[in-house]
């Protein structure tokens, strides 16, 4: 039996530990969005917007900052950006990663009860942004951002934020994203529908549809210098295999096309008639845009129009690694980041 003394000093650690650590830090968690109304008028039954916070909201709460996941990311994905050495440095920021819709944790064609399948409303990058903007609101009672930062579709719903509500947030940095998309974007990413739309038309399998849809993008996701140097001929046979090794459980081939189709939608312009100027005008957050000259998975010439219609700081970057080059460069690219949140 332990003594009062004991009881007392243990009780003591244990809510020092509770106050020092960040609530559900990582963790995967849900907001209820109930029926959420798309702007195309349809609407979401019992919509979810799944989760993940870093870091400790200071006592101004004035360190919050927005983080979207990408095409098929999720929020845990995230976590692995984020750190000292990293993106962004969750001992200095409060970080929310949001799950956006169609990824398999927030609401999606697959994990829908009430709409499952083709039953699932089409939604656009501006419905993803709007269930944040609630999500922050009314579930974390957050109503303003330090920074919003995301990369490639997180990097849209970044152009997105900073338009459509510019005086949410201090600062935005999209990477590799895009405040619209081109033509070279369209011709990939609706060839990419289309191997699913054709393929389940025909019955093709989901492993074979899947198989075609990592052929395209591994093939254009880096340049052809990269994939050359990086794989020998000899290896393309497994390389091959694995792509062909079946449709994921979470990010299906229905969430790919469900994500691919707001992608295709995306113009932070269009509320504008399409001039694009016109939209860099709203915005009133201090911007950092980064882009890869060498990427073909998000064209970057809008993104840098876009920069210089608001005058906004840009890092280029000019590597092999194409759209990721993010990652390939991460040392650089996080001192830049860093230095440009600190100023």
Known sequence: MRTFREKYVFFIVLLLIFLTTP????????????????ENGQVIKECRLGYRTFGKLNSSRSNAVLFPTWFGGTSEEIGNLIGGDKLIDSTKYFIIAVDAFGNGISS????????????????????????????????????HLFTVIGGSMGGMQTFEWMVRYPDFAD????????????????????????????????????????????????????TPEW????????????????????????????????????????????PFGGDLKKAAERVKAKILIIVS????????????KFAEFLGAETMVLDDPCGHLAIGCELQKVSKVISEFLAE
């Open 108 to 143: 999606s064609p697959s994990n829908s009860k009430l709409q499952p399948g083709k039953q699932f409303p089409i939604f656009a990058i501006s419905d993803m942004v709007r269930a944040q903007y609630v999500l922050l609101n009314e579930h974390l009672k957050i109503n």
């Open 293 to 304: 000259k060498t990427d073909h998975i998000v064209n970057p010439s809008y993104a840098l």
């Open 171 to 222: 600062k935005a940095v999209p990477y590799v994203g895009t405040p619209k998309f081109g033509s070279y974007d369209i011709l990939l990413w609706r060839q990419a529908l289309n191997i699913i739309e054709i393929g389940e038309r025909y019955g093709a399998p989901g492993d074979s549809i899947r198989g075609m849809l990592n052929a395209l993008i591994n093939m254009q996701i880096r």
């Open 227 to 270: 994939i050359t140097e990086h794989y020998k001929p000899e290896q393309m046979p497994g390389i091959f295999e694995k792509f062909f090794s079946g449709e994921p459980e979470i990010f299906t081939n229905a969430n790919y096309a469900a994500q691919i189709r707001a992608m295709l939608r995306h113009d932070v312009s269009r």
């Open 23 to 38: 609530s559900f830090a990582g963790n995967q968690q849900f907001a209820d969005l109930g029926d959420f109304r798309l």
